[in-house]
């Protein structure tokens, strides 16, 4: 037993040095040698042990020091049992070669351990039992090759706060004991950093690989990643993957992977949000991959901020994210919860199927474009709310039915396609068209508005295919663009009201059935119109006065009112109205005599005017009741005109009534008039007239060819 009485220095030129008995003394031993340096036994209580210089250290026993810590500079250094400080010393090592240490301990963690060395750190404990190898307050490890061996057998540290730089090779880390751990890696060749937990906060200050992969897990732990980055180098094998299990949020001020070949895949137990409400890059991977419970959290600049080509996320909670250029969505997933995108560049569908791209409760996104031409973003969401600077193709893939709010600002189309009911809350294009179809399903068109520039090819398409129904709230194009509604069901007015539901320059339905009687009558404020139903009624209002190219219910029913003119819009002898029935209401109907007058072919007819009415028909009408007040009513048809209903009630009231080529007139009763002049010519058979006015008429009547006239009247006449 040797036991120092005072600070005690040896130095050999050549000579090895070796202590066969404990060394004991609370004193400094320093040893500097051209040779070897043996500890066979124990060293105890010592103030402090300096080696200046050796060939080789080999603890063979148990080495402790007191405050004034161990610093040992040798070649290599041969770990046989433990080295530890007590009272806050430090463990300092510089050795030429690789070192495989059994375990070094700095005061339990109140001492620091350094460790420069250009080989390999490896520990002597193979059995991965996360047993502490190092155990420092700070550990410092620089210019290794490679730390540990393998994910299943690490270096075990317990420090506050772990750095090593400049390893060359692959590093593999866990950190035991308890409390927060700030990390710092950095590699400067190709390799690898592995860093996991279980029992630490991981605050990683800096990951950095020249060229490799990184991994941090923490079970039941937090992750903090300040900068963690492996961009150097462009390759697929230079992934970032951070993951806590159990629980455990990850918070993010930077993980970077090279944008063209590097993954980024974060899985937390927990919520992952950005550490700094700021714009800057916190995630960077060629393909993003995350799962957790939420991400980011709302409020100004608090989304996480991505930069990738692919993302995929999948949460239970709400998501908030801005990503810095295009993306190709590969799936968003919150479940129920709401989804809020922001994208400075476009957000495109990275596959072309109908697969679900999008899965929220409210789905809100902005962009530059939204999908593509034929590639559409595949969404099941309850509310989707879309804002893109130029177009937006979205197709709506849900069961439950679906709110759709989209807006594009600048030049672009708006193109939705619906599998479930949708709802049109409000779609506007500044400059292009708006096309939506709808399979097995209906359309609730609120606002959808094409209107910002005046252009013919700013339409809006509506199209239910397979089944479905048709209701217009307000679909406004302005006065160049049309509007186009094709429903396998009705089409009706949606608010029960007289305010206006499309104003387009030409409108063009094909349905069941258009609008409802009264209040319910579908309101237009429109230059044209073409409606076909296949035989359902048609209840149109019109502000302002507009031309029909042709509206057809078959046997159904037709009410028009419009508080301007109606007139003839393709000016020929082809029907503007085909039905069982038909009711105007106009300031005038038809322009004149000829192919300017309105062509009808129905099976009654009232109308009703305070300016004149120029009406064709070839077909045999019941007219209900024709009034133009004190103008003029001119009917050239090659049908029967009679009485709808046999009663001395007037069937037509005007100024001047003017009737040609009819086969006969009032043939079943006679027809009852109020008018000032009738002039009837050209009439193939009998006339049978009831004159029920108060003013009296003034009656010329002609058949071309035999038939009788009869004249009624309970006014004068004359003939």
């Known amino acids: ?87 806050g010393g430090d463990i300092d090592l510089t050795i030429n070669t690789a070192l495989i240490v059994n375990a070094l301990n700095a005061d339990n963690g109140n001492g620091n351990i350094t460790i420069n060395l250009p080989g390999s750190l490896t520990t002597s404990d193979v059995t991965n039992d996360s047993t502490a190898d190092l155990i420092g307050s700070v550990v410092t490890i620089n210019g290794s090759s490679s730390i540990g061996t393998s994910s299943a057998n690490t270096l075990d540290i317990d420090a506050d706060t772990v750095t090593i730089t400049g390893a060359s090779d692959d590093v593999f880390v866990t950190l035991v004991g308890s409390g927060v751990s700030d990390v710092d890696v950095t590699t400067d060749d190709i390799g690898d950093i592995f860093i996991d937990t279980a029992s630490r906060q991981l605050n990683l200050d800096r990951l950095v690989t020249f060229d490799g992969a990184i991994t941090v897990t923490a079970n039941n732990q937090n992750i903090v990643a300040t900068n963690v980055d492996a961009s150097n180098r462009i390759s697929d094998d230079n992934d970032i993957t951070l993951t806590t299990i159990g629980s455990g949020d990850i918070s993010i001020e930077a993980v970077l992977a090279n944008i063209l070949a590097g993954d980024v895949t974060l899985n937390s137990a927990g919520v992952i949000v950005e550490t700094i409400s700021a714009t800057n890059v916190n995630v960077q991977g060629e393909d993003v991959d995350i799962t957790s419970v939420s991400i980011g959290t709302t409020g100004a600049n608090n989304e996480l901020d991505i930069r990738g080509s692919s993302l995929r996320t999948q949460t239970t909670g709400d998501q908030f994210i801005r990503e810095f250029d295009d993306i190709f969505i590969n799936s968003l ?19 072309n199927d109908s697969v679900v791209d999008v899965t929220a409760g409210v789905f809100e996104s902005s962009s530059i474009n939204f999908g593509a031409t034929a590639n559409s973003l595949d969404v099941d969401v309850t509310n989707a709310d879309i804002t893109s600077a130029t177009g937006i193709t979205l197709n709506a893939i849900g069961t439950d039915g679906v709110l759709v709010t989209a807006t594009a600002s600048a030049r672009g189309d708006i193109e939705i396609t619906s599998g479930e009911d949708i709802t049109l809350t409000n779609i506007f294009t500044s400059d292009g068209l708006i096309d939506v179809s709808a399979t097995n399903s209906n359309v609730l068109a609120t606002l959808v508005d094409s209107s910002g520039t005046a252009d013919d090819t700013n339409d809006i398409n509506i199209e239910t ?13 302005g006065n160049q663009g049309d509007v186009r509604i094709i429903a396998q069901g009705d089409v009706t007015e949606a608010n029960a009201d007289t305010a206006v539901n499309i104003q387009s320059d030409n409108l063009s339905i094909s349905s069941t059935a258009v609008g409802a009687a009264g209040i319910d009558a579908l309101d237009l404020s429109i230059n044209s119109l073409t409606s076909v139903s296949a035989s359902g009624d048609q209840y149109i209002r019109e502000v302002g006065g507009f031309a ?57 007819l009232s109308t009703t005017t305070t300016q004149s009415q120029f009406l064709s028909f070839s077909n045999d009408v019941q007219l209900n009741r024709l009034d ?58 009998n006339i049978d007239i009831n004159a029920v006015g108060t003013g009296g008429a003034g009656l010329n009547l002609s058949t071309s060819q035999a038939g009788n006239i009869i004249v009624s009247a309970i006014e004068d006449v004359t003939l």
């Open 1 to 87: 037993r040797q036991t120092l009485d005072g600070d005690f220095g040896l130095t050999s030129n050549t000579s090895n040095i070796t202590f066969n008995s404990t060394v004991t003394g609370d004193q400094l031993l320093t040893l500097n040698t051209a040779g070897s340096i043996t500890f066979n036994d124990q060293v105890g209580t010592l103030s402090g042990l300096n080696v200046l210089n050796a060939t080789s250290v080999n603890i063979n026993a148990g080495v402790t020091v007191d405050d004034q810590g161990v610093t040992i500079n040798a070649d290599a250094i041969n770990f046989g049992g433990d080295l530890a400080t007590s009272n």
């Open 333 to 351: 997933d919150a479940g129920t919860s709401n989804i809020t995108l922001f994208a400075s560049g476009d957000v495109l569908d990275d596959v």
């Open 465 to 477: 295919i397979g089944a479905g129904s048709v209701s217009i709230g307000s679909l406004i194009t």
């Open 548 to 604: 029909i190219d042709l509206v057809d219910a078959g046997t159904g029913a037709v009410e028009i009112t419009s508080t301007g003119s109606i007139t003839d819009a393709n000016s020929n002898t082809s029907s503007n109205v085909i039905a069982s029935s038909l009711a105007l209401t106009a300031t005038k109907i038809g322009d004149s005599a000829g192919n300017p007058a309105f062509d009808l072919d129905v099976g009654s």
């Open 628 to 685: 133009a007040g004190t103008s003029a009513i001119d009917i050239e048809t090659s049908g029967n005109l009679r009485d709808f209903s046999d009663d001395s009630v007037a069937d037509v009231v005007a100024g001047t009534f003017r009737l040609r080529n009819a086969s006969s007139v009032g043939d079943t009763s006679s027809l009852d008039i109020d008018v000032s002049n009738a002039e009837f010519s050209g009439i193939n058979g």
